[in-house]
Structures are given as structure tokens and as C-alpha cells.
């Protein structure tokens, strides 16, 4: 039998594919990861994988001074969406996939963490992110993108407007977190970036309560959107 294979793409070891792996491997996709840290990243050819899966990052797409990796995914990532194979990005990854498809990403006025709904408009209640509509899910970001021409975009929040786009049934980006809910690194992310927490209006305490309480059903939620998603991939 031969499986179908799904690249992970890892820019920080504590932001993985957390709750979304098990829809991926239920959908017959033998998972691999890669860290950027790789040497071998440099040299990847991202059109090769079935699917391929791009994660979340503290660092922003305009800071490839200090990450030249980042130069290098977006050129690959641009060869992968040219040929339409089918990819994720998640956060920083759908930072990434819009600047590849020439978009601008840049710095925007307000971080959004937290739990909260996205406002998944009507044109796509029918879209696989139907399964997101009325349920909090985990904000994380301070960057936002232009959107990109040719996409369609899907959903907003009421601190960002692009919050998820799609280009045909291949293509999706999701700025928002609904992977985590249910894995301990939420911790880590908490320790790493306290002054977001509090930026944002939190404090800890009131993020792990918010993880505690809301965090199974955002994972729910996100399982069963990239479900559908896959078995809809062209």
C-alpha cells in the first residue's frame, strides 16, 4: 500500500501540528516534520510531499535579515502554489503562503491572543470552516497580510479582518490556532511570550483557565474542519 505523505514544517519546536496531525494521519497521510534549523531545509524541494503543512513562528515574513530561511520557503512555497498542490498554513504559515503569492505582510495595530470566534462569512458557511462558526479558538499574533490576489477570503475577527482565504479547494490559510486546545505546549507558549498575554489584556491565569475551558471544543472544531477540507482536496 502506498500512503500518501504530509510535510510538517516547524518553525519553532513549540508550535507543531498539535491537534490537526490526527485528521491528517486518519486521511491516510504518513506524516513527516522538518525543523527550519535543518540543514536540510535549505536545499527541500516543497513541491514533492502530497500535502504540505506550514506552522506558527514569533518571527515576522519582513524579518529575513535575521531568518534567511524565511527568503528561501517563500521562493519554494511560491513553486509549490504555482503547481496548486494541496497546502496548510497556520499563523505564521499563512503569513507565508500570502507573501508568496505577492501579498504584503507586516506588523498590525493590536496583538490578538486569547479564545475567541471568527466571523465566518456567509459565502462560506458551506466551506469546511463551517465547523468553526460560534466557537472560540485560539488568537496568537500580532501580523496581519493584504490579501492576495485571487484568493477568496473566508473569515475575520473583530480585531482582524483576514483571519482565513482559500484558492480553490487546495489552497487554505488560517491566521487563527484551532489545532491547539488540548497540547501542553500552550504552556510554553504562555512563558515565551508573557507580554503578549498581557498586551492583549490578559494575564496567565485567565489564559490557562480560558485553554481549560474552551480548549477541547476549539480542538473539536479544528479536527473536523481540516477533515473535511482533506477529503476535498482536488
Known amino acids: 500500500m502506498t500512503h500518501k505523505t504530509a510535510l510538517i ?22 506524516v513527516d516534520r522538518i525543523d527550519v534549523s535543518d540543514p536540510v531545509f535549505a536545499s527541500l524541494d516543497l513541491t514533492r510531499h502530497d500535502l ?14 535575521n531568518y534567511p530561511w524565511i ?9 509549490r502554489l504555482a503547481a496548486d498542490r494541496p497546502t496548510l498554513g497556520v499563523c505564521l504559515g499563512a503569513q507565508m503562503m500570502a507573501a ?38 485560539l488568537h496568537w499574533h500580532g501580523d496581519t497580510f493584504t490579501l492576495p490576489e485571487g484568493v477568496e477570503l473566508l473569515a475575520s475577527s473583530h480585531v482582524y479582518k483576514h483571519q482565513a482565504f482559500r484558492r480553490g479547494p487546495n489552497i487554505l490559510a488560517l491566521q487563527f490556532h484551532a489545532e491547539m486546545g488540548l497540547d501542553p505546549r500552550f504552556n510554553d507558549w504562555i ?44
Do not use: C, N
Open 191 to 234: 512563558e515565551q511570550w508573557p507580554e503578549s498575554v498581557i498586551e492583549a489584556g490578559h494575564d496567565e491565569a485567565s489564559m490557562r483557565a480560558a485553554h481549560d475551558r474552551l480548549g477541547p471544543a476549539a480542538v473539536a472544531a479544528g479536527q473536523a474542519m481540516i477533515a473535511e477540507w482533506l477529503k476535498g482536496l482536488a
Open 71 to 79: 527568503a528561501t520557503q517563500i521562493e519554494r512555497l511560491a513553486e
Open 100 to 137: 508568496a503569492m505577492g501579498a504584503e505582510v507586516y506588523p498590525g495595530p493590536a496583538k490578538e491572543v486569547g479564545f475567541h470566534p471568527i466571523r465566518v462569512h456567509d459565502h462560506a458557511l458551506a466551506s469546511p470552516l463551517r465547523h468553526l462558526v460560534g466557537v472560540p479558538v
Open 52 to 65: 504540505v503543512i506550514m506552522m506558527g513562528g514569533p518571527m515576522g515574513v519582513y524579518e529575513q535579515d
Open 9 to 30: 514544517i516547524r518553525h519553532v519546536p513549540y508550535e507543531g501540528v498539535a491537534a490537526y496531525r490526527e485528521p491528517i494521519e486518519s486521511a491516510g497521510y504518513r
